[in-house]
């Protein structure tokens, strides 16, 4: 039902700063619980982050702690990843993810969600 397509992938230097976007559709608002994972060759899926909206909550992988933020419009049915400080080792596909029964203990665990996106490629190199 709920379509997921992640956008704002791209090159950035050591030090730079991307935005990506994850665009909801096919359902009625948008998902509670809501997250980035990420993946790179010959690794399994990596949490990121997550956020729900009714009952709250915002979680981070400790890598990404104080450089990563995300956030949600709920209007526009959009999940947003802002990426600062970025080093070589956040190079990854970053993917989306959307569930409609998350809880709080499962947020970070890849078979909680129902719905992902196709992925968006980070690369951080100079």
């Known amino acids: 039902q709920v379509q997921l397509a992640e956008s704002g992938g791209g090159l950035v230097q050591p030090g730079g700063s991307l935005r990506l976007s994850c665009a909801a559709s096919?359902?009625?608002?948008?998902?509670?619980?809501m997250a980035w994972f990420r993946q790179s060759p010959g690794r399994e899926r990596e949490f990121v982050a997550a956020?729900?909206?009714?009952?709250?909550?915002?979680w981070y992988a400790e890598s990404v702690k104080g450089r990563f933020t995300i956030s949600r419009d709920n209007a526009k049915n959009t999940l947003y990843l802002q990426m600062n400080s970025l080093k070589p080792e956040d190079t990854a596909v970053y993917l989306c993810?959307?569930?409609?029964?998350?809880?709080?203990?499962?947020?970070?665990?890849?078979?909680?969600?129902?719905?992902w996106g196709q992925g968006t490629q980070v690369t951080v190199s100079s």
């Open positions: 956020n729900r909206h009714i009952g709250g909550g915002t």
């Open positions: 993810a959307a569930g409609s029964g998350v809880i709080a203990g499962r947020v970070r665990i890849v078979g909680a969600y129902n719905y």
């Open positions: 096919g359902g009625t608002g948008s998902p509670n619980t």
